[in-house]
């Protein structure tokens, strides 16, 4: 399987890039994993002696398409019919997923509702998924109306063609094209083309002068045309240029600067005084025009109706969430007016679908909310939207970008329909003939099964501090009890998911402690062997920089008592991900197979030489820098579990002299 091992390392940081699946711009997932490592994984855990050129047909490593196209053959499917597989802390789906995709039934259980609705989609895609799209005839409908990496989602609509691909289809182009009818007076064109994109800028009043002062990280407009936008004053207004150049900087760290005195300005006087002073300054068409904003489209904008907000309070958090630092308190803040009507709009139309459609096209409005609010930004390098959640939290944007629905380009509702069409498709052809997958609203640390009734758990718990789960779901799950809420209320009738679902989240963040998550991650593990089988097998996948978050994951299986069998990594990351950056870039993410046992007598010689050879041996591999460090605390874990918590410092300080020989510290 080494080489197997291999073809996986170079597959799985692609699929969490550019060659993501096509269901990974249907719904948001802040944790999602590598579809084919997955698969992997749990392939050599089901049926570890399998042929490897079986096993490498089953991965889909023997095609021309990217791995996640191939569903695995007949032969394997057969081989695990009544198979059961759990993953306990689900999210998005991935292990669950391809578990079904292999012919095991897949019990999915999720404590977080926006992401529990992501894996009911999965299970309509492959309880009724043909019954509300033909895969068939959305690819011809792709193919004949196809532009750059996608298809032309406005010309599909109004070419009259929408319905033969089924209801789906039907119904998101009804809805588009009535939202267009009714809303497009509010977004007028520019020189007889439609305008794309707006870019806001926040202000303040100057302290010492008086004069307004857009609040800009880097005016820059386009990178390579090297044009920028700039404030020209006049009184205490000023009008905005756009001309050739890097850009003005007026933030800095959340301080700013007065570009007219000089004056340097603190970031408690720009929170203080913030709030709601955007000003419209650039409009882009669809051909990538930028021109100054006039009068005529700040009043198209003050001409919408005003908007009923979204009134649920945000949990402040200085690391996560730092909106009511700046006085935007609820999430009504965080929309421009036309924004929100827009929102709304859509929220109206789609609580008129009956329930198994509006369950998938319910992704609409959280895609739409997280590429059209105040806290979205200008990507200058390639001309488009860095959407609200970019970095998995709730951050703070100066100048912002908001999207016309209706026009062509990123963020539009064309391509987020498009995108939501083009996604369960796929995961209609993924499910096609899949074993069982149950969904399940509910919480590892109170698992709905008999004692030792479960023989494979394969899971990706929480990640310490990576991502406070209530808190950064939050922005979507406002949105979204607005429109499933009354199919889903028991998982869509909380207020907000920090004030009602936070006390059994398991991570760190929105008030809850490091020594939360090691007491409610030990509770976990604990509840995970009591329905695991005697005889059974747990493959836990974990990823951290700090040293506690491996110290917590230890604790938790010695806890437990589990013991360690194997571990080993696999390659999971970009460097570049936003994820992985977060980490420290990690590109590794280690893989623990763990067993029913208890710690046993230490030798010590015997143990210093494991801890060398596990590492040169991952040195040898390839691994450096913190994916190496990471391997150490992973030996660490194995041996604690093998031989108890009190041989983890002894296993890090011989860790730390292999460690200096390849530079790590």
């Not at 053959?73 to 999210?91: H, S, T």
Request: charged share 25%.
């Amino acid at each position: 399987m080494n080489e197997l091992r291999r073809l996986i390392d170079s597959v799985a940081p692609q699929e969490r890039g550019g060659g993501a699946p096509p269901h990974a711009s249907l719904y948001p997932s802040f944790a999602r994993m590598s579809p084919t490592a997955a698969r992997y994984v749990l392939l050599t855990t089901l049926l570890p002696d399998l042929d490897p050129h079986l096993a490498k047909k089953a991965l889909g490593l023997d095609g021309d398409k990217q791995p996640y196209w191939y569903n695995p053959p007949a032969e394997v499917k057969e081989r695990l019919r009544g198979a059961a597989v759990l993953d306990p802390f689900a999210g998005g789906g991935s292990i669950p997923m391809e578990a079904a995709r292999l012919g095991a039934h897949a019990v999915a259980v999720e404590y977080n509702p926006v992401q529990w609705l992501a894996l009911k989609t999965i299970q309509l895609a492959r309880d009724r998924g043909k019954e509300l799209i033909d895969p068939r005839a959305w690819e011809t409908l792709k193919k004949r109306y196809r532009r750059d990496f996608g298809a032309d989602m406005e010309a599909i609509c109004k070419s009259g063609e929408a319905e033969k691909a089924g209801p789906l289809v039907r119904e998101g182009c009804r809805i588009a094209l009535e939202l267009e009818r009714e809303l497009s007076q509010y977004y007028p064109p520019r020189n007889g083309r439609r305008v794309s994109h707006y870019i806001w800028a926040k202000q303040v009043r100057c302290p010492k002068c008086g004069v307004w002062i857009p609040l800009t990280l880097n005016s820059r407009l386009d990178k390579r045309g090297g044009l920028a936008w700039r404030p020209v004053y006049s009184g205490d207004g000023y009008d905005v240029v756009i001309e050739k150049g890097e850009g003005v900087k007026t933030v800095d760290r959340g301080d700013a600067r007065c570009l007219k005195c000089g004056v340097s300005i603190s970031k408690e006087y720009v929170r203080k005084n913030v709030s709601h002073n955007d000003r419209l300054v650039v409009v882009v068409t669809e051909d990538k025009e930028f021109y100054p904003a006039t009068e005529a489209d700040r009043k198209a904008c003050e001409e919408v109706p005003e908007p009923e907000r979204l009134s649920e309070l945000i949990l402040y958090d200085p690391r996560f969430v730092r909106p009511p630092a700046y006085g935007w308190r609820r999430y009504g803040d965080l929309f421009n007016k036309r924004q929100h009507y827009c929102l709304n709009r859509l929220v109206e139309k789609l609580k008129q679908v009956e329930p198994n459609l509006r369950t998938v096209l319910a992704w609409l409005v959280v895609r739409q909310a997280d590429y059209n609010s105040r806290l979205t930004s200008w990507r200058s390098s390639s001309l488009a939207v860095m959407q609200t959640m970019s970095y998995k939290s709730v951050r703070v944007a100066w100048d912002y970008v908001e999207v016309n629905p209706f026009a062509r380009g990123a963020g539009s509702l064309w391509k987020a329909l498009y995108d939501g069409l083009d996604g369960f498709a796929f995961l209609v052809h993924a499910m096609d003939g899949a074993g069982a997958f149950e969904p399940v609203l509910g919480s590892a640390l109170n698992l709905p099964f008999p004692d030792k009734s479960v023989r494979y758990v394969v899971t990706d718990p929480p990640y310490f501090d990576s991502i406070p789960y209530a808190e950064s779901y939050d922005f979507y799950y406002v949105w979204l009890k607005r429109v499933v809420g009354d199919v889903y209320p028991e998982a869509f009738s909380f207020w907000t998911l920090w004030r009602d679902r936070s006390a059994e989240d398991i991570s760190v963040g929105g008030g809850r402690t490091e020594e939360h998550f090691r007491i409610l991650l030990k509770r976990a593990f604990k509840e995970i062997r009591r329905v695991l089988a005697d005889d059974g097998v747990l493959v836990v996948f974990y990823a951290h920089p700090k040293r506690e978050a491996w110290t917590a994951l230890a604790e938790a299986f010695v806890a437990a008592g589990l013991v360690v069998e194997d571990v080993y990594p696999l390659r999971m990351w970009m460097p570049t991900d936003i994820q992985a950056r977060g980490k420290n870039s990690i590109t590794a993410t280690y893989v623990f197979v763990l067993r029913v046992g208890s710690a046993t007598q230490t030798d010590l010689r015997r143990l210093r030489e494991e801890v060398k050879e596990s590492l040169e041996g991952l040195a040898a591999g390839g691994y450096r820098g913190v994916d190496l460090a990471m391997g150490a605390y992973a030996t660490a874990v194995k041996l604690a579990t093998r031989h108890g918590m009190r041989v983890m410092e002894l296993v890090l300080a011989v860790a730390r002299g292999v460690l200096r020989r390849f530079n790590v510290y």
